[in-house]
């Protein structure tokens, strides 16, 4: 199986520390973030990985030859010259994935998420373009989904903009999830990013296409997922992974 982990962002809210070091290099429990999401992906039987990096590239190119690739084949998406966002970073490694589904993992997300089974429950749809990892977790910001787990748009809940091709009366029946920052992604969507420029917003592209492609949302049982977004989160993040691992 293959999978992307987007390890390219500039990690502000982890300052000081990704003052200088990437996101992807920031430590818990004496181990890489990046590290932390490798070992997960290779436990779950992933074996091409794709890792599209910007920040102090060149420490994240050498972590990774020190450590002889995990045992992985991993290849480097370079986004040194200009950070493309999510849906961006996507389109420029779309050569690496072939025709089969992948799994797009963020780097600074830590989780109990049985990752095969979420790439089980995406192919096993044969209408699937893309699956969300969603979940009830209290934000501002939610995507919007149907009876049938459907995805019809997104609102953020302080401001009541609704983002949607679907009418007012389809989105107020809808369900409010938030987005985990793990999801699978179908080459059949690769036609659409013509239509975008080289640097775009997965979610925003979500939004779009989910008018013309199934985009389902995925609600695990029982799910620990953490957000190594902050410096603050630092802490929990090392409790969290001695429980998890």
């Known amino acids: 199986m293959k ?15 990704t003052d200088s ?4 290099l920031v430590p818990i ?10 070992l997960k992906l290779k436990q ?7 890792i599209n990096v910007h920040h102090f590239a060149d420490q994240i190119v050498q972590f990774l030859a020190q450590n002889q690739h995990f045992g992985l084949n991993i290849a480097i998406s370079d986004e040194t010259q200009q950070l493309l966002e999510t849906g961006g970073g996507i389109k420029k490694a779309s050569w690496f994935f072939g025709n089969e589904p992948f799994l797009i993992h963020n780097v600074d997300i830590l989780s109990n998420l049985p ?15 893309a699956t969300l990892v969603v979940s009830k977790r209290t934000t501002t ?14 609102t953020n809940i302080q401001t009541n903009e609704i983002k949607s091709s679907y009418p007012q009366t389809i989105t107020q029946a809808c369900s409010e999830y938030a987005f985990s920052g793990i999801h699978v992604f179908s ?9 975008y420029p080289a640097k775009f917003s997965v979610i925003d592209f979500y939004i779009d296409v989910c008018g013309k492609a199934a985009v389902y ?6 799910l620990q997922l953490l957000d190594v977004g902050k410096i603050d989160s630092i802490q929990q993040a090392e409790l969290f992974v001695q429980t998890m691992y």
Do not use: S
């Open 21 to 24: 070091m990437p996101k992807a």
């Open 29 to 38: 429990n004496g181990k890489p973030l990046l590290e932390h999401v490798l």
């Open 115 to 129: 990752l095969a089974e979420l790439v089980r429950f995406h192919t096993n749809k044969p209408d699937a373009a």
């Open 141 to 154: 910001r939610y995507l919007l989904f149907d009876n049938d787990m459907q995805m019809k748009g997104w």
């Open 3 to 17: 999978a992307m982990i987007f390890a390219a962002g500039l990690g502000t809210r982890l300052k000081p520390l």
């Open 217 to 222: 949302g995925y609600v695990p049982t029982n």
């Open 187 to 195: 080459p059949a969507l690769f036609p659409y990013f013509e239509a």
């Open 44 to 50: 779950e039987g992933f074996t091409d990985i794709i």
